[in-house]
């Protein structure tokens, strides 16, 4: 969809559709829609006193202007009571409208932006934005009947009256638009298969990334992965005929700015190899490159927008199969940073590749590290599909990411790191094991990972529970969610 923001009035306007909002049972037409509803001699507000449109959340309503306006159409649409409206609100609403236009078969419309509450325009046309491209995503690559019958928005041009606001509306309509493909692209990979998205086709991505960005990347081979020590990376590899890779993807090197790593689980395929798991649901398990998946897609957004950071990207990627060569329970690996693993299930193998690609990150000295991983089905036990669990050694960071959760609307919610829990994976022949108990298991998956970071400031954000999900939201279509990308721009964006 293009989208671009340009200086005119609704009302003279011309447009195959006109999106107007309204709150729930004003007194009387507000703003934009008093206007429209002026120069259409009073239909819409003689409309509303009938109570043919109450505004109520997610009401949609379309109205033939018959050549008595320059919109050939007007939608109504609800925004639900005004108490109660804020962003996330308004990303809902925007997804509703846009899902109602589409399915209407109309491939442009036009929308006049205005403030509305404690919103300025720009803020409002950002979170618009963001809500339209994200509640219209649809996945098709692989449908192949009925291609024709797909419907898509093509086009959509936000109105802006004063000519003093467009540049700031422009800019952050940029904004949206960027982030919103990037979390779009994110969407695509986790809802790709797991025998088209390879390690290698992750390779592949994170190339052509670095070519388009000028990033610097490197792609370790499982060979070199294994001189240089990356026992348990290696170890989970080596079960699979399909090539591991260890991607290294880096933004605005030597340019003196802040430098954060960013780590992301790249397990194209959990079977749980020889802790092999239950075939009900195993499908799902394409899903656990999602970490990967955002970590990519953070960095495409970070390159477009030229964030002033210093970024790297680290994906250790990887099938977790069984197989006569696989990583075997009971197996002792030793890891890049020298201390030993004993295996008990070869289906936490999430925890291992990690374990070597934060140490591996480490070498960077970075001012922050970050980790996303569908790590456990625990956290998704504990915190359903909403959340992300949220694990930090350090509160200032933990604090960073709470903020640009609020602003988002991508939910985090703090879990605790408590030395205790380490007693739950001391091992009697190892440094410790992969596993605990299952009580806690989202707890005890974060605290071995916490094993490799040292001193740096870290989180681990377990995205198990919203990576994907089965029911559709006010802006997130089931499927592939592409969930971190906002969270971690919003926070590359304010990093100070
Ligand atoms: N990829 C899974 C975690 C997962 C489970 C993600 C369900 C999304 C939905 C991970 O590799 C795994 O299998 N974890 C095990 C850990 C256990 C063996 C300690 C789990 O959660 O059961
Ligand atoms: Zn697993
Ligand atoms: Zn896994």
């Given at each position: 969809m293009e989208i671009r923001a340009e200086l005119a009035k609704a009302e003279r306007h011309p447009c195959e559709l006109l999106l107007l909002f309204s709150f729930e049972s004003p007194e009387r037409p507000e703003g934009v829609l008093s206007r429209v509803d002026e120069a259409w001699k009073g239909v819409i507000s003689a409309l509303m006193k009938q109570g043919d449109f109450k505004g109520e959340s997610d009401e949609c309503r379309l109205l033939h202007t018959q050549g008595a306006l320059p919109a050939r159409r007007i939608l109504l649409a609800g925004l639900g009571k005004k108490e109660d409206f804020d962003l996330e609100k308004w990303r809902g609403a925007a997804s509703k409208a846009g899902q109602f236009i589409r399915d209407c078969g109309l491939k442009t419309f036009s929308f006049a932006i205005e403030r509305m509450e404690r919103f300025s325009d720009e803020e409002l046309a950002e979170s618009f934005v963001t809500g339209l491209l994200l509640g219209t995503?649809?996945?098709?690559?692989?449908?192949?009947?009925?291609?024709?019958?797909?419907k898509e928005i093509m086009e959509m041009v936000l109105l802006v009256e004063q000519a003093e606001r467009l540049k700031l509306v422009q800019d952050r309509v940029k904004m949206g638009t960027v982030i919103s493909d990037a979390v779009c692209m994110a969407r695509d990979l986790v809802n790709g298969p797991s025998n088209s998205i390879t390690p290698a086709a992750l390779v592949e991505k994170a190339r052509r990334m670095a070519n388009v960005y000028s990033m610097g990347i490197q792609v370790l081979e499982v060979s070199e992965a294994d001189t240089l020590g990356m026992g348990a990376f290696v170890a989970v590899a080596k079960g699979s005929q399909e090539p591991g890779k260890f991607i290294v993807l880096e933004h605005n090197r030597d340019r003196g700015f802040d430098t954060l790593v960013l780590v992301g689980k790249?397990?194209?395929?959990?079977?749980?190899?020889?802790?092999i798991k239950p075939?009900?649901?195993?499908?799902?398990?394409?899903?656990?490159m999602s970490g990967a998946a955002a970590v990519l897609g953070t960095l495409e957004a970070a390159a477009q927008l030229q964030l002033p950071l210093h970024l790297i990207g680290i994906i250790p990627a990887t099938e977790n199969l069984p197989s006569g060569k696989a990583y075997k329970p009971g197996d002792i690996l030793k890891t890049l940073s020298g201390q030993t693993v004993e295996v008990i299930?070869?289906?936490?193998?999430g925890r291992l590749i990690l374990s070597d690609g934060l140490t591996y990150g480490l070498r960077y000295k970075p001012k922050a590290v970050i980790d996303l991983a569908t790590l456990t089905g625990a956290c998704v036990v504990a915190l359903g599909d909403y959340v992300m669990g949220l694990f930090g050694n350090d509160e200032a960071l933990v604090k960073r990411i709470e903020e640009a959760s609020a602003k988002t609307g991508e939910k985090v919610w703090r879990m605790p790191l408590w030395d205790e829990y380490f007693d739950y994976i001391k091992s009697d022949v190892a440094d410790f094991k992969n596993v605990g108990t299952r009580a806690g298991g989202a707890i005890i998956g974060a605290i071995f990972l916490s094993k490799f970071v040292e001193k740096t400031p870290w989180v681990h954000l377990d995205i198990a529970g919203p990576a994907s999900i089965t029911k559709d939201r006010p802006y997130i279509p089931k499927g592939g969610t592409g969930a971190g990308v906002r969270l971690l721009v919003q926070l590359l964006r304010d990093w100070k």
């Open positions: 995503y649809q996945y098709t690559e692989y449908k192949t009947v009925g291609r024709d019958k797909i790249g397990i194209t395929f959990d079977s749980g190899g020889i802790s075939s009900d649901g195993m499908e799902r398990m394409k899903d656990d299930s070869t289906d936490a193998e």
